[in-house]
């Protein structure tokens, strides 16, 4: 079992810049990578970023150059950098993390943006 618990999220304006944390705990060993997933209202969920252990990156193509994914291995944590964030960024932000077998997901965390 995998444990995630994001922080970070809240209200910024326009422009501004948000930077998303995901703690994992437990069989930690596990995990292959880790990533973002995003909800805004009446909309499916979306991937946002993902990464693996070793490093490489994917971003959805909505984000690219605007936000930045990260991850510490040694802390067990994963980041998301916003930058530039405009309203329709506006959602719930979901950590999730894989194994060979599972996906786990946090519980997710606010972000609004108000233009």
């Known amino acids: 079992q995998v444990q995630l618990v994001e922080s970070g999220g809240g209200l910024v304006q326009a422009g501004g810049s948000l930077r998303l944390s995901c703690a994992a705990s437990?069989?930690?060993?596990?995990?292959?990578?880790m990533g973002w997933h995003r909800q805004a209202p009446g909309k499916q969920r979306e991937l946002v970023a993902a990464?693996?252990?070793?490093?490489?990156?994917n971003y959805a193509d909505s984000v690219k150059g605007q936000f930045t994914i990260s991850i510490n291995n040694a802390r067990n944590t994963v980041y998301l950098q916003m930058n530039s964030v405009k309203p329709e960024d506006t959602a719930v932000y979901y950590c999730?993390?894989?194994?060979?077998?599972?996906?786990?997901w946090g519980q997710g965390t606010q972000v609004t943006v108000s233009s």
């Open positions: 999730n993390a894989r194994t060979g077998r599972y996906v786990y």
């Open positions: 437990g069989t930690i060993f596990s995990i292959n990578g």
């Open positions: 990464i693996t252990s070793g490093g490489d990156t």
